[in-house]
């Protein structure tokens, strides 16, 4: 390796802030690229979020004022309700039930974030209250951490072609504000709160339903503090979907009243 590749190495490593954490067989690292003093967030919290499946209509409010709130380009998302046709198989050839089953998704703000380990330039950190971030100054749209996630929490925002994900509304949280999308749930689906305060509503979910309570893809190890309440465990590993990579729009030299046909052909495909 020559001396520009291990300086570019060193300079990428140096503000990694690692964090051992103990595993079944062997010690992991859990990277936070957090050292630096505006990253650090609301130092003493650890933010989470339950949602309340019981409550939720899919009614898309939340949807709403995300985009609102955070102003995603037309049809991105940071949170959105997902609606899921689960079939019910009594086990005859005959009798089958279809059911409708309502799940919002977001980031899931891990504690073993996959996407920040992976992103080459240390755009995406995590803050020491457990809210994942994206310096839009660094990240260089690589889509690596699209990748990584695999709660397909994240895209490539068209406008700034940077990544783009839910922050929890930081910005509302730091001025002692609910998230636009908790703030606007109608059944009151969404709670979030500070699980370091034994008094928050969060800690008191989380204390009175821990038998309850599923997150989604366990097996995947990264930890995630959105939680579910009212979800059969039987749907935390077969929830699909897929990574929202930002594609360029092509166009051949076809004249302007066929781009619209070429648009509808390459949407068709998505």
Known sequence: MDSTKRRF??????????????????????IRNNNQ?????????????????RKCVGCQACTVACSIENQAPIGQFRTTVKQYEVTLDDGSTITQNVKSFMLPRLCN????????????????FQREDGIVMVDNQRCVACAYCVQACPYDARFINEETLTADKCTFC??????????????????????IGDMNDPNSTVSGLLSSHKDDLNVLKPEENTKP?????????????????????????????APAKEHAAQEQAQGDQV
């Not at 930081?170 to 703030?183: Q, S, Y």
């Open 109 to 124: 703000h891990c504690d073993n974030p996959p996407c920040v380990a992976v992103c080459p330039v240390q755009a995406t």
């Open 37 to 53: 003093p505006d990253r650090k967030g609301m130092v003493g919290k650890r933010y989470a979020m339950v949602v309340d499946l």
């Open 225 to 253: 503090h959105v939680f579910y309440l009212g979800m059969n465990e039987r749907f935390t590993s077969h929830i699909h979907g897929r990574a929202a990579i930002y594609e360029p729009r092509v166009y051949d030299n």
């Open 170 to 191: 930081a910005h509302r949280l730091e001025k002692g504000l609910l998230p636009a999308c908790v703030e606007t749930c109608v059944g009151g689906a969404r709670i």
């Open 9 to 30: 190495l060193s300079a990428l490593t140096a503000g990694a802030a690692l964090i051992p954490v103990s595993g079944a067989s062997a010690a992991t690292t859990v």
